[in-house]
């Protein structure tokens, strides 16, 4: 099953069209995604016997690119981000993969849809196309082998990255950075585990305009989605609606000899294989 939201109201998207939720399930189901993804399971047993037909007759292609996309949450108690989480990523920023995944947080004002545009605040904005995985239940203490039963879905992000304010102090902090308007685009829509069996093993790529500077497998991931679940909720109690930016590959902007970074205009194309794409435009270099 996949979830979106789409004009404030969250949506079953299938082949044939958006179903409306609240509106097609006569009250039972909520018209937030926010309080729908700790309830899921129950939500696809309705669904599958339902029989209902598509609110929107939209093809999901369209969808992807229509500006009435939201968030596939937009009210997380918590936003983790894990830097430095693929192999060959840490070693283009001159690092060693890191023993203890790297996290910091992109605060939730900055979570925005698939195709948001996004207002640069320095010349030096980067690109970071990311899987994300939004939780589905409330947990501590999750052993990496029961971790995938606490995800509510995948989802496509992307993780612009204000490197001037990354870099602007010692040492360097990284969450305000992450965080300006529209920094944290997740969607298209949500893609429940039972659609995407093996999130270690998914193509992900990352375009700007036309050029394609990311392409690799979150098999490259230092600490794999499992292995993340568990360290996060051994400190931290994860809750439904919580996002995990978790990482992204070699090919960033930073990472180019010399660096490049993205200008007015640019066309930012994150895509993960099975899962769909982000597209946002970006305006206006301010300084
Ligand atoms: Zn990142």
């Given at each position: 099953?996949?979830?979106?939201?789409?004009?404030?109201?969250?949506?079953?998207?299938?082949?044939?069209?958006?179903?409306?939720?609240?509106?097609?399930?006569?009250?039972?189901?909520?018209?937030?995604?926010?309080?729908?993804?700790?309830?899921?399971?129950?939500?696809?047993?309705?669904?599958?016997?339902?029989?209902?037909?598509?609110?929107?007759?939209?093809?999901?292609?369209?969808?992807?690119?229509?500006?009435?996309?939201?968030?596939?949450?937009?009210?997380?108690?918590?936003?983790?981000?894990?830097?430095?989480?693929?192999?060959?990523?840490?070693?283009?920023?001159?690092?060693?993969?890191?023993?203890?995944?790297?996290?910091?947080?992109?605060?939730?004002?900055?979570?925005?849809?698939?195709?948001?545009?996004?207002?640069?605040?320095?010349?030096?904005?980067?690109?970071?196309?990311?899987?994300?995985?939004?939780?589905?239940?409330?947990?501590?203490?999750?052993?990496?082998?029961?971790?995938?039963?606490?995800?509510?879905?995948?989802?496509?992000?992307?993780?612009?990255?204000?490197?001037?304010?990354?870099?602007?102090?010692?040492?360097?902090?990284?969450?305000?950075?992450?965080?300006?308007?529209?920094?944290?685009?997740?969607?298209?829509?949500?893609?429940?585990?039972?659609?995407?069996?093996?999130?270690?093993?998914?193509?992900?790529?990352?375009d700007?305009?036309?050029?394609?500077?990311?392409?690799?497998?979150?098999?490259?991931?230092?600490?794999?989605?499992?292995?993340?679940?568990?360290?996060?909720?051994?400190?931290?109690?994860?809750?439904?609606?919580?996002?995990?930016?978790?990482?992204?590959?070699?090919?960033?902007?930073?990472?180019?000899?010399?660096?490049?970074?993205?200008?007015?205009?640019?066309?930012v194309t994150s895509t993960?294989?099975?899962?769909?794409s982000?597209r946002?435009?970006?305006?206006?270099?301010?300084?």
């Open positions: 099953m996949r979830i979106a939201t789409f004009d404030q109201r969250a949506v079953i998207v299938t082949d044939e069209g958006l179903i409306d939720v609240a509106d097609a399930s006569a009250g039972r189901f909520s018209s937030s995604t926010d309080d729908l993804v700790g309830r899921l399971d129950e939500l696809g047993e309705w669904f599958a016997a339902s029989g209902v037909e598509p609110t929107w007759d939209l093809d999901p292609d369209v969808v992807a690119r229509d500006p009435r996309l939201g968030p596939v949450v937009s009210r997380p108690s918590q936003i983790f981000g894990i830097g430095l989480n693929y192999r060959r990523h840490a070693i283009e920023m001159g690092m060693t993969p890191p023993t203890t995944p790297l996290v910091f947080t992109k605060f939730a004002s900055s979570l925005a849809g698939a195709t948001a545009s996004v207002t640069l605040p320095s010349t030096h904005t980067d690109w970071e196309a990311e899987l994300v995985v939004v939780i589905g239940a409330r947990a501590r203490h999750v052993a990496a082998r029961d971790a995938l039963r606490y995800v509510a879905g995948y989802c496509v992000g992307q993780d612009f990255s204000d490197r001037d304010l990354q870099m602007s102090g010692t040492p360097p902090q990284f969450s305000l950075g992450k965080s300006h308007e529209n920094f944290s685009p997740i969607g298209p829509w949500l893609t429940t585990p039972d659609e995407c069996a093996n999130p270690d093993d998914l193509r992900i790529t990352c700007v305009n036309d050029v394609r500077y990311q392409d690799s497998s979150t098999e490259d991931m230092v600490t794999n989605v499992a292995g993340l679940i568990a360290y996060l909720s051994s400190v931290c109690e994860i809750r439904a609606g919580d996002v995990i930016f978790t990482g992204s590959p070699a090919g960033v902007g930073q990472g180019h000899t010399p660096p490049v970074f993205l200008t007015p205009g640019d066309v993960i294989l099975g899962l769909g982000l946002n435009v970006t305006s206006n270099a301010t300084r």
